[in-house]
């Protein structure tokens, strides 16, 4: 007699890459959409009247409902009960009707006094009616592209389990970053297409979401044939949120040193992007376009290191040695920016070095909360790490935005008058950015010294021989 074993549709090497180069398209606009607006903030402070303080609220409040109405945490419910492809489908919807809110807010006919423009000028008066409106649409776009990014990362596990799943979850982060080096270069680009216009990148990449819609609508169906072959078994138990492991995580110190030291290594890195742009353009005197695709570089960066220094963790280890450098070089980098007296080279260097590190920290963090985290509460373990540094990417725009208008005192008002010739200084935030590499470092070396102590194996390789 012969036995047939029944092969599944990911034992397909062209298949279970085709399904995640179609999730990993999701992810790409997605991460377009979060920088849309960053390489065009000059842009916005004199078309929109967006001060500083104005414009981090705004790209701060991405995050909000994740922090404060603990959206991060229900999208773990969420993503436990419906399972992967609705969870998905759900995190591209809430990110579409938030960009056209965004979209909406910004727009010439709400800003020409369309529907809703009196109610939302007629409160909080520092904060124009469009950054408000801006502010609704992001924060609803924000629980999309996290519920995203969390609905992403166990896709990828499912499909590749037993598979090259370390270098997948590589090739998806590289995915999107080149998203975020896409960004760079197009929305100034299609921001100065005459007349000169901040509406038409966001409506331009906001479309490009609906295709991300489209592409997860594809793999949908390629996971129910998935589903069917593995007889419906969609989700390890292991995997799934549960609201009484949250009591274990927030009480073992080392995860809380982990959880510490992605927030404030993100926090100088999601936030900075948001403005550097401004950053290169005022301290080099250069034009929006050119110092955007100086920055573009970062992304690049991190997007050709990421995978490889992945597989160098699987092969080499040294987990713990690689966050502390991360978070040496991230100082450097922001104290070049905060100090040196920045002329082109010097600032392609430091933000080339930035991808370096940019690459280093994700590359090792991730993989080694499983080294920490018992494997009953891994899903609880990413979300709540995800929960606090979503905290902090909430915080450090705003705080970054007050800090550079208190510090530049009547720059904005003369900027929106129109006088020229007017520059931010940037000083301050760059050495708020780089004290937070400061304690990251001090983390990282407390958690290799745990590690050592404890042999948690962060410093080991993944794979055994
Ligand atoms: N909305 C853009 C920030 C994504 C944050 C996300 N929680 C995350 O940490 N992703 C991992 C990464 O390195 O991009």
Not at 83 to 104: D, E, H, P, Q
Not at 195 to 204: G, I
Not at 402 to 423: D, F, H, M, R, Y
């Amino acid at each position: 007699m012969t036995q047939t074993m029944q092969r599944k549709l990911n034992d397909s090497v062209v298949a279970r890459w085709g399904a995640l180069i179609l999730i990993a398209l999701m992810m790409f606009f997605a991460y377009m959409f979060v920088d849309v607006i960053s390489p065009i903030s000059s842009l916005l402070e004199t078309q929109r009247g967006w001060s500083p303080d104005v414009y981090g609220t705004v790209v701060g409040s991405e995050y909000f409902l994740n922090v404060f109405v603990l959206f991060l945490i229900f999208a773990g419910i969420i993503l436990d009960k419906m399972g992967v492809r609705f969870t998905g489908l759900l995190s591209a919807g809430l990110m579409i009707i938030g960009a056209g809110i965004k979209l909406y807010g910004i727009s010439d006919y709400f800003v020409g006094g369309g529907f809703g423009w009196e109610f939302f000028n007629s409160f909080w008066p520092s904060m124009p009616g469009s950054a408000k409106v801006a502010c609704i649409g992001f924060a609803i776009f924000g629980c999309g592209a996290e519920m995203a990014g969390v609905t992403v990362s166990r896709a990828i596990a499912r499909w590749f389990d037993g598979k090259e799943m370390a270098l997948a979850m590589g090739v998806e982060m590289a995915i999107a970053r080149l998203g975020v080096t896409a960004v760079f270069f197009l929305s100034p680009r299609l921001a100065a297409i005459a007349p000169e216009s901040v509406v038409r990148p966001v409506a331009v990449v906001g479309a490009l979401l609906c295709i991300g819609f489209l592409t997860f609508l594809v793999f949908t169906f390629m996971d129910r044939k998935l589903d069917r072959q593995m007889g419906n078994i969609e989700e390890i138990e292991e995997d799934k949120f549960k609201v009484k492991d949250l009591g274990n995580l927030f009480g073992s110190k080392t995860f809380m040193i982990v959880a510490f030291l992605c927030v404030l290594y993100y926090s100088a890195i999601f936030p900075f992007q948001k403005f550097a742009v401004p950053m290169l353009q005022n301290t080099l005197a250069i034009s929006s376009q050119e110092a955007s695709d100086l920055f573009a570089w970062f992304p690049i960066g991190a997007m050709i290191l990421t995978p490889l220094l992945g597989a160098f963790l699987d092969f080499r280890g040294k987990g713990a040695t690689m966050l502390i450098l991360g978070a040496i070089l991230m100082c450097a980098c922001h104290l070049t920016f905060a100090l040196v007296p920045l002329t082109k080279p010097i600032a392609y260097i430091a933000i080339i070095l930035l991808g370096v590190s940019f690459s280093l920290v994700p590359a090792a963090l991730w993989p080694s909360v499983p080294k920490l985290v018992d494997g009953r509460y891994l899903g609880s373990g990413y979300s709540v790490i995800f929960w606090i540094q979503n905290l902090g990417l909430w915080a450090f725009p705003l705080i970054i935005g007050k800090t550079l208008q208190a510090t530049n005192p009547g720059v904005s008002e003369q900027i929106q008058a129109g006088v020229e010739g007017v520059t931010y200084n940037y000083t301050v935030p760059m050495l708020v950015f780089a004290s937070l590499g400061v304690l990251a470092f001090f983390l990282g070396i407390w958690l290799k010294r745990l590690d050592t102590k404890n042999h948690y194996g962060l410093e080991l390789p993944n794979v055994k021989k």
